[in-house]
């Protein structure tokens, strides 16, 4: 593996999980239960877009291959995707959605905190801009997943359902690909390692104020994502998506 395919994976798995991650909340616009929650998630949406395009830009930089960041959101196959599995899940209830933000949104900003130090410039900056956004995002998810769980009996139901279903993808988050360990190696990023103790530590303290548990540990845990090993639901989400510009790819706007 060589410093240009590893940074290319690597922003790959980035700018595809905020990709899919925001696609996912932009399908609920005008959907959700109140009008300012709608415009949260909304707003949430678009800065996860905005965080998306940043990568993919550089990703198409770094692999020469003249593609941008819209040829790289509309011109891949899924197998082609390294997000997250977390993120290609469909949105379910709100609670569910409410927990995809929370678990996410958590890990990127021990992400971004960490990636604030790397030695690639393009890197460090865009985690440092995006980690500002995604402090935001992990505060308003929590403060939903608190009252939601220390709500009625049905909402906390629903909230504990959630965490269940959603524990069963959190080991994916922490797989370390190829490409993240060349770049360790070479001091381009710094080690990743400590991540998911932070991601544990905030989560339980949460939960914990919440009156809910995360599930342990069990055989069933999803892995793959960073490596294009996906769900069915990303090639749903990406036969949507990717529809308009691949029936008319020399479309001018």
């Not at 980035?14 to 415009?39: F, M, N, S, V, Y």
């Not at 990703?59 to 196959?77: M, Y």
Request: with cysteine.
């Amino acid at each position: 593996m060589t410093k240009q395919h590893a940074l290319t994976d690597f922003c790959l798995q980035l700018g595809d999980t905020a990709l899919i991650h925001g696609q996912r909340l932009g399908e609920l616009c005008g959907h959700a239960p109140i009008l300012e929650e709608d415009i949260a998630l909304t707003n949430i949406s678009l800065d996860l877009i905005g965080q998306a395009r940043i990568m993919l830009a550089y990703a198409g930089k770094l692999e020469g291959q003249n593609r941008d960041e819209d040829q790289l959101a509309f011109h891949r196959d899924a197998w082609l995707f390294r997000n997250v599995l977390m993120a290609e899940l469909p949105n379910g209830d709100f609670g569910f959605t409410i927990g995809k933000i929370f678990f996410l949104s958590i890990y990127m900003k021990h992400l971004y905190r960490l990636l604030s130090q790397a030695k690639d410039e393009t890197i460090k900056a865009f985690a440092e801009k995006s980690l500002k956004e995604v402090v935001y995002h992990a505060r308003h998810a929590s403060d939903w997943v608190i009252r939601l769980g220390d709500g009625t009996v049905e909402s906390h139901q629903r909230m504990q359902n959630t965490m269940d279903d959603l524990s069963l993808y959190t080991d994916d988050l922490f797989e370390t690909t190829d490409a993240e360990a060349y770049l360790v190696k070479e001091n381009i990023i710094p080690g990743l390692a400590e991540i998911k103790k932070a991601w544990m530590d905030d989560v339980i303290s949460v939960l914990n104020e919440a009156k809910l548990t995360l599930p342990a540990a069990n055989s069933f845990l999803r892995k793959g994502g960073k490596r294009g090993l996906h769900t069915e639901h990303l090639g749903h989400i990406l036969a949507e998506m990717q529809f308009l510009p691949r029936a008319y790819p020399d479309a001018k706007w």
